[in-house]
Every structure is written in structure tokens, then in C-alpha cells.
């Protein structure tokens, strides 16, 4: 229980002299032996658990951290395979695979890092499938290298090193073994080297030089500025690119000639080929679409450097550049999308369009989907790292895969001057809730399943693009905050004054309804603390709804406690919301934070240089802490869950006062400017975030501190800024803390012990599985079902022989796999004959019946029936006999069956060589009951195939007696 005081802040007295703070060796962080020696009074030494979880941290360590976000959205539309199951994208320096139907990552292929001195990134900027080989995939980096992958096996084939920063590839199938790539050529003048809009046109061959990475050849084409696209015409007869204001265009028959230049009016930022016919198209950075009919015989030719002008048809709809442009496949329609979230589809023919509105962030990139036996789909790649499917029959949006969405060029200008970033666990759900795309939005996302949940929309608010130049400012939220019991969420969101208007300040209290699973609004209150901003919120400890306050502070100067009330309506349904339950300020200082007891018996709020302790019940003024220098203090925390200390910071200095005592236990100089402080749950022990100098490279240090000595216990660093930052309680690890962060560049990453997460699925380079690719419906299985056969799927054969086909229909369907993913045939055959003959099971002998007498039938009729009889051991003298039988007698055709029921030679030596029932017989076979006349010839015979061939149809009469007869 957190002490207090009713003394007003004029009688309490001036804290001590602080102690000098203790020096850093093993003897005073572990407590034992002479070490207790450097410590204060014991009388005043609370009892520290021994087993403090950052006791054994070395001193100025890099913490272990790792990013839950993609580093960026790639601006490289993604590539289908040919069978349109998986496509291609590049993040980073790596490609990542999907699968079409589920959207999940199935493989991830990344190059080793280049060793070559001056390389500068190894950022994938593009990507082609080999039109030779439609399982090799051809990317190409920033550091000037083209990977060839064999990405069914995930294996790296060969590397070739142009030494040019490469942007752009295409290849045609009248070029084997070649490809064009586009690429940067730094300048001369260039003291840095660093790349300018110099760029170069090759001809590269993927045949390298024998034990180098080199090319066998590498011709130039032209030269040109910084391209922003490079295609070659479906014929292969044109090569086209396009940079700054020109259309370069070269016949591909007549490469040396150079490139004809054609003058656009404005800056082009991307080039799509027709499918079928010689024409292409450019978007601009107005808005424009040109339809460029410039490829015919008249083209000059051995003209190097020629610049002329051509008739174009333009499409305007874009009130800003154009982003990605694509036709369909019959080539009838060209898609568009850019900045305006909208994707609009273009008829050719009469130059009509429709529209595919609010896709909820910009539009990166456009693809097409045409597979086989399917409808046409198109894929859009988001800024915000978002996939969405749409149909073309019926423009609507079928399916879209995202993870964590954070765009950090939304919300503009406003991004830069918010102080405040929202971030919260909540815990019944083990989600966290982000910002998202979209500022009005809150995004929760699942860290164990890597995928986003839902977005909350906390501001209902238009999704439109900038006007002009002049970013339009949106509602956006600054403050989320969770009940430690999950139930509540309180949020402020935040429209900023425009156009003479005033700021729009929400107060918006949520409550999560378990039976739905998602956020509903349960009170707003508009402007809570006038026309100020709020400056902070926190909800009490405890669980209990009547007993659950909430504590906001604002710059207004007033701090508000917030309670729940009940009132039933007319039809007597109980309803609970928030209201106010007092108000008041503190010697007219602005209150900046707010922290609760672990108990939820006090609340400390700060104010300038004091920080005043409150009763939640009465807001009656319990105690007031006075920093001893007068500086102002940022934040006050409880620590432990008795709540003893506090925890009292500024921008370099930390005093942890003991509220019993009223005095403070110790106080710490920080050379770096204090961020944050997390205390631990159920230790008394937190951790200081110090942030490094704007002139310093990006670094956050953390000291973690425990109550009983002002010297830090350890110190790591991780090599980011943070925005915001929490406890992250979902680690797998029991020792140590972990914590969830965003990042100055709006990544969000898990840092501290144990914060390397399990790999994902699909996260390494994985070989890739024909049989595991969930098929499409088909337009037959959508109007009759799915068929029956679709429900079987291919049994995995073990070459171990550890796992085996259950019958012979499974061993049967090995073969529906692709040749060139089965084992080979004698790894097979072993496996697939256990499929086909099984086992046979030893039964119990069958007891001997004498003659005449009565036996008792057993009640189970069908054990007997589809039972295995165990036959009696053939001797050595009755297979000489077989033996003799069949040296003297033939193989010859049955003759008709004698009258007098007697079979004949060749049946006989046929029945003799029938296989012992012990040996192959199938269980479930009958054999007919041989004839009781015995020839003389082979006496021995008879006599053993009448007594391996037992009578079963005789045996079964309905569980009643019977006399056993032997005729």
C-alpha cells in the first residue's frame, strides 16, 4: 500500500543531500559478501529479490531486436508464375513468394551480401521471369548484381556483377541467355561516386566468364537519364525506355544504331507494352496517360541522338503523377492508379472508364492475373504493403493480404509536428493496437500470427488526396490507451483548425465486446478539456468496473477523474457510461502526466517541478514531492507493486523518492536526455530510456535501475530512435524483458532479452510443393460443387519408409505429382508395394472337433466369415509328393467334368497346385469343397488338399446347433 500524508506542501520538508551514487561492480549488483558494505542504511534498505531478471546484463551491450514490420512497399509490381499460382514480390534485398489463394509467404529468397568494396545497397529493384526457363527467376539490386534463382528449389543459380547500380531489366524470347538492363552511370565529375541521373541502356548475357562472376558480354545500347521503366515490344522488336521527358526507342535488330528520342511534355514515371500490338503506354507526373503509336518502318535508322515528336492519344482523369499503368490481357482495357487511392480501368476502343474507388492508401503498383481456365484478376500493391485482389467481371475487391500498415508518407506534414504516437497490448486478445495507414484509423494486429486482425475507425473521415501541392490535414488520433483488464480503451483524436475553424478535440471511451470480438463505442465526449489539447491519459489498475477511474490531464491547467455510472432505461437494460467526477489544478501549473499505484490507492500527477499525490476516491491532495534543484520534471512513475517508490524524471535527471520516509533514496545525472521510464510489474526495478543528439547517428540506450542502488545494474542500446514504446508481455521467454517499439521511421520492432521471435512461415528460402498449392474454383465447381476426386490429395511417400500408403487407391496417387518432383523409381517401389500387399495376421488355431459330437456356435457371425483360419504345417514327405506330382503330370486344358463327379487328371494336377492356405491365401477367399472320392494315383495329395480346403459356408447356421457331418 502506497503511503500518504495529509501535510500540506509548505510543512514538508526539504529532501536530503543526495548520496553519491554507488560504483558499478559485481559485489554491489549482486548484494553478497562485503558488497553489502556499499549500500545505504539497512534500516532503510527494502528486501530485493535476488533473482532480479537484469542483474546479469553486461554493461553498454547491443540488445538483441528484431523488426515485425517489411522495411518498405515495394514499387515493383509484382511477377505471376505461369500456372498464376504464386507471385513475386520484392522487399528489401529479398523476394517473397505468395500464394495466389491464401496470400501467405511460402518461400523467401535472398542473396548473400555483395563483398565488393563501395557497394552501397542491396535493395531488389527488379525482377523478370527467365522467358526460357518459367521456374528461374531474374532480379537485379542496387549493387549492381543479377541473381538467376530456381525458385521451386530455392537455390541460387549464378550471379553476374555488372558493377552498375541496375533499375530496370526486361528480356524476350528471341534473346536466349540475354537480358537488358538499365541502369545508373555515375557521372565523372562526381567526386562521392554517388550515383546522378546518368544512366545507361546494356545488352548483358547470363553466360559469366568460367569461375567469375563476370559476363561473357556486356554491349551498351544508349544512354539516358534516371529510367523509370524499360520494356521490349511481344515481338521482341522494339526496345523501349523511358526517363525524364524522353521515350527512348531502339530496333532490336539494329541495336549499334542507338536510340530515337521522343519528347514528352511532361516528366513520365511509368511504361506499359500492349499485349499483342505495337504500340505502348506512359503515364506522366500530372496525371497524363499517353497511347504512343511511334513504332513503324518509318522510324529513322543509324541516326544516333535523334529527337522528334509523334502523335499520341492522351487519357486525363489523375489529378496527380501516375503511378503504375497495365493492360489487360486481350489488351481491350489499361488499368491506372497513383495517389488517389482509386483504380481506374480504361476502355481503348471508346476511351470510357469506371472506377474502383477508396482502396484505402495509394497505389503502388498494378498487375495483372489471367490463369488458366480463370477469370482475370488484378493485383494492387498499396503504399502501406497492402494486396488486394480485385475482379474484373465485378470490380469489386475480392481478397487482400496486408500485415502491420504503416505508410510513412500519411499523414504529411502533420506526422512530423504530432508529439505523440499511440500504442497499446491488449492483453484478452495478446493483440497490439498501432496507428494505421490512414491517421483516423487504429490498426490491430496479432504478433503470433503475423496478420492483421481489424482496423478500428476512430474518426469517421473522407479518404481524398492532397489539393494542389497543399497537403489536406485529417483527423488523427493521439492518444490510446488499455485497461490493464482489457475491457477499456480510451482514445483522443484530433482535427487541427483550418479555414478559420477551431481544433476538434474527441474523447472516445471503448469497450470490447467479447461475444462479437471488436471495439464498440460506449461514451464521447467532445473537447474534455475545452479547447486544449490533452496531454495525457490513464486508466486505474483495477479490474473491477464500479471501482475503474480514469485520470486525464490537458493544457488547460485542470486534471479530470473519470468514473463509470449505471442507469436503466424504459425496458430496464442496465446501461453503463463514463463521467466526470471532479475537477481541479494545482497553483495554476499545467499538468503534463498521470500515473497510478500498483493498488489504485493513489495517483500522482506532475506539475512543472512538483509532483502532487491524490486520493481517488475524495481527489483530496495527499502529499506533494518538490524537486529539490526547481527544475521541472517530464513524468512520474510508481515502481513495484506495493507502490513505495517514485520514480520522478526530467530531461537529465531521475530521483527515486520513498513515499514513507518522504524523503528521496537516491537521484542519478544522465548524460544523455532522458525519453522514457518502464517500471517492471512485479519488481521493484525499471528501465530509462535515454535518447541520443539529432547529430548522433540513430541509438537508444537503456539503463535499467533497481530501487535499492542509484547505479544502473546494466546498460544495452539498440541502433534506433523510438516514438513509443511498451512492455511487450507475449514473450515466449520466462527470463528477462521484451519490449514493442515504433521506430523514428515507422517500423515496429521487438528489442530485449529473448526479442529474436520464432522464424515465420515461409520466412527462409523453402522448396516449394506443386501437391500443398490450394486450387481455385472453377466456374463448373461453383454452378455443380466440387467434385469427389478434389478431396483426395496426394499422399507424401517417405523414402525412409517411415510413413506408408493405407491402401492401394493412395500408393496409386504418388504419380499425380510432376515428374520432376517424385523420388526415383527405386526409392518408390519398396512403398508402394506395401501399399498393395499387406501383412498377414496370425489367428488362433481352430480347436479339433470330434466326430458327432454338438458344437456351440458363437453369436458373431461375421468374425467367422471374414476371419483368417490358420492352416496345419505341410510335412516334408507331402511336398515331395507335390513335387512328384508335378514331374509326372502336365499342364494341360480342363476337360469337361465326368459324369460320375470324378475330376479329371489335368483338375487335379491344376487343384494340387493351388498354394497352402497358410502361405498366400487371401483371408476372405472360399475355396470349394473338394470331392470325397479319392483316386488311387496320388493318394497323398488328395488327402492334403482335403484337409487344406475346410468347408466356411457349412459352418454358419445363425448361432444354432448343428451335427457336424463330414459328407
Known sequence: MAASTSRQPH?????????????????????????????????????????????????????????????????????????????????????KIHSVATGQVVSTLSAPRATSIGTSSDLLTA?????????????????????????????????????????????????????????????????????????????????????????????????????????????????????????YVASSTSLASGFTKFVSPERLTCLAFHPSEEYFAT???????????????????????????????????????????????????????????VLVIWQLHTGKKEFVPRLGSPINTVSMLKADGGEEEYLLGLADATYLFVNSGSLKISRSYSRIKLDPAVPHESTSRRAYTPLGVHSLTSTLILPSSHPSFLQIYSPSSSKLVSELEVSPSNRVSRRDEKPLVPTYVEHAVISSSGEWLATIDVREADDGFRDEIYLKIWRWDQKSGRWTLNTRVDRPHGLKRVTCLAFSPVSKNPSIHLVTTGKDGNVKTWGLRSVKNKAEVTEEFWVTRSTFGFRSEQPRSAAWSGDASLFAVVFG???????????????????????????????????RYLAVIGDHNLALWDLVSHSVRWDYKALWTIDKVVPHADEDSFAVFH???KQEPPKTRVSMFRAASSAPSGTRSVPFRLRNLATYPFSRRSSGRTFVGITEDWSVVLFGEGAKSAKEEGSTATEIVSSSVPHRRTLFQDIFGKAA??????????VDGNTRPRNAKAATDVFNSPAYLMAPLEHLFGTLMDGYLKPRVEDSPIPVVPEDEDVEMEEDTDSLVSGTQRGRVVSQDEMDAFVDLFKKHSVKSLASVPTNGHPTKSQAS????????????????????QSTTRRSEAPVVERALDDATPSLSSAVMNGRKRKKSLS
Open 11 to 95: 510543512q514538508v520538508p526539504l529532501p536530503p543531500s543526495p548520496n553519491k551514487p554507488l560504483k558499478t561492480g559485481k559485489k554491489s549488483m549482486t548484494r553478497k559478501g562485503k558488497g553489502k558494505e556499499n549500500s545505504e542504511a539497512p534500516t532503510q534498505q527494502p528486501q530485493v529479490a535476488s533473482d532480479c531478471s537484469w542483474d546479469h546484463l553486461e554493461s553498454d551491450s547491443n540488445w538483441e531486436w528484431s523488426s515485425i514490420t517489411d522495411p518498405s512497399a515495394s514499387k515493383v509490381p509484382p511477377i505471376f508464375t505461369k500456372d498464376g499460382s504464386y507471385f513475386f514480390s520484392l522487399v528489401g534485398s529479398s523476394v
Open 127 to 247: 525482377a523478370i521471369l527467365n522467358p526460357h526457363n518459367a521456374f528461374q527467376l531474374i532480379t537485379g539490386s542496387l549493387d549492381g548484381r543479377l541473381v538467376v534463382w530456381d525458385f521451386l528449389d530455392a537455390a541460387l543459380l549464378q550471379i553476374i556483377d555488372i558493377e552498375k547500380p541496375i533499375h530496370h531489366i526486361c528480356a524476350h524470347a528471341l534473346w536466349k541467355d540475354t537480358v537488358f538492363v538499365a541502369a545508373s552511370r555515375p557521372s565523372k565529375k562526381s567526386e562521392s561516386g554517388v550515383s546522378d541521373d546518368n544512366a545507361v541502356v546494356l545488352r548483358v548475357s547470363l553466360k559469366p566468364v568460367d569461375n567469375t562472376t563476370k559476363s561473357a558480354e556486356i554491349l551498351p545500347v544508349g544512354k539516358t537519364r534516371f529510367p523509370t521503366g524499360l520494356a521490349l515490344s511481344p515481338s521482341g522488336a522494339w526496345l523501349i525506355a523511358t526517363a525524364g521527358h524522353k521515350v
Open 283 to 341: 503515364g506522366d507526373a500530372k496525371g497524363h496517360i499517353r497511347l504512343w503509336y511511334c513504332l513503324n518502318d518509318s522510324l529513322p535508322v543509324n541516326v544516333r541522338g535523334v529527337e522528334k515528336k509523334t502523335q499520341t492519344t492522351a487519357l486525363h482523369w489523375h489529378a496527380h503523377a501516375v503511378s503504375s499503368i497495365a493492360f489487360t490481357s486481350n489488351g481491350a482495357y489499361l488499368l491506372s492508379g497513383g495517389e488517389e487511392s
Open 609 to 643: 517541478p512538483c509532483v502532487a499525490l491524490y486520493d481517488p476516491v475524495t481527489s483530496a491532495l495527499r502529499q506533494t514531492l518538490t524537486s529539490a534543484e526547481g527544475k521541472a520534471n517530464k513524468a512520474a512513475h510508481f515502481i513495484g507493486k506495493e507502490g
Open 691 to 693: 535518447e541520443s543528439s
Open 789 to 798: 476426386f478434389a478431396e483426395h490429395q496426394t499422399v507424401p511417400v517417405s
Open 910 to 929: 491344376i487343384a494340387a497346385r493351388q498354394p497352402a492356405p497358410n502361405l498366400t491365401t487371401p483371408k476372405n477367399v472360399r475355396t470349394p469343397k
